[in-house]
């Protein structure tokens, strides 16, 4: 969330409680896979395993907005969280590391990182894994990045990151969340991605729209949380990068 280390704070909002368990949206919220052969990483491959998908996400937001690494792939780790690899110089993928692990940290997301310096090929056949559907929860628990053409950014509606934000409301009990995102949708002008159930009664929304919308609605929505469940966090990631966007739904 040296002189190598990014000291820039997230670009974010967030009213965050106990973060909560982590399962699904991989269909709403990651987009597209495909298979990924097993090619040799030639720079070094960085590895942070975060705690709760909200922090994951602001942990990677601020990588990418750290040093000029990529997101490789993305993979629920079948213990309420989610584990990340980018690729990228070794200088870079440090200082990227060293500032997502500190975000995740202070989201309560007990992150865990190392790095790998040229990582073996023979090893890339455990390091990278193939796409995986878990037929016990029916989702894919393995995301490639689907990194937007730049050639055709122009004409997207998330091109333009200065005026963009995503938003995640995240409570324990449908009611708390239902409620908050009806009262999101009415207070600004925003767009739901998707729902996540989490486990234990845990469920996440996300939205999306321009910034002071989504930080408007966010405010609004995690307001009537209130009795009617727990609230496990409400977050804002304003001007998400690539990697993020990357891991969204294509219009």
């Not at 190598?4 to 009213?15: D, F, H, I, V």
């Not at 455990?126 to 950014?153: F, G, M, R």
């Not at 200065?162 to 995640?168: P, Q, V």
């Amino acid at each position: 969330m040296a002189s190598s280390r990014s000291t820039r704070k997230p670009e974010t909002a967030s009213y965050t409680g106990h973060v909560g368990q982590v399962s699904n949206l991989s269909q709403q919220l990651f987009g597209q896979v495909g298979n990924l052969s097993h090619k040799r990483v030639n720079d070094s491959l960085g590895i942070l395993e975060v705690f709760g998908l909200t922090p994951a996400m602001v942990a990677l937001d601020q990588m990418d907005k750290t040093a000029g690494i990529r997101l490789h792939q993305a993979e629920l780790n079948d213990f309420l969280g989610i584990v990340l690899k980018i690729t990228g110089p070794q200088a870079a993928v440090k200082a990227a590391m060293a500032a997502g692990e500190e975000t995740a940290r202070q989201m309560n997301g007990r992150p865990v990182a190392t790095v790998i310096n040229k990582p073996d090929a023979r090893a890339m056949k455990a390091l990278e894994s193939p796409v995986e559907i878990s037929p016990l929860i029916q989702q894919s628990i393995v995301k490639n990045p689907s990194y937007e053409d730049p050639a055709k950014s122009e004409n997207s509606p998330m091109a333009d990151n200065a005026s963009f934000a995503l938003g995640f409301i995240e409570t324990q009990g449908f009611t708390a969340v239902f409620e908050a995102i009806d009262s999101a949708c009415k207070a600004a002008n925003v767009e739901v991605i998707g729902k996540e159930k989490l486990g234990g009664g845990y469920i996440t929304v996300v939205i999306k729209g321009d910034v002071a919308a989504v930080k408007a609605a966010i405010e609004s929505g995690v307001s009537k949380v209130g009795s009617l469940g727990k609230l496990i966090a409400g977050h804002v990631i304003a001007r998400p990068s690539p990697a993020v966007l990357a891991l969204l739904p294509k219009a």
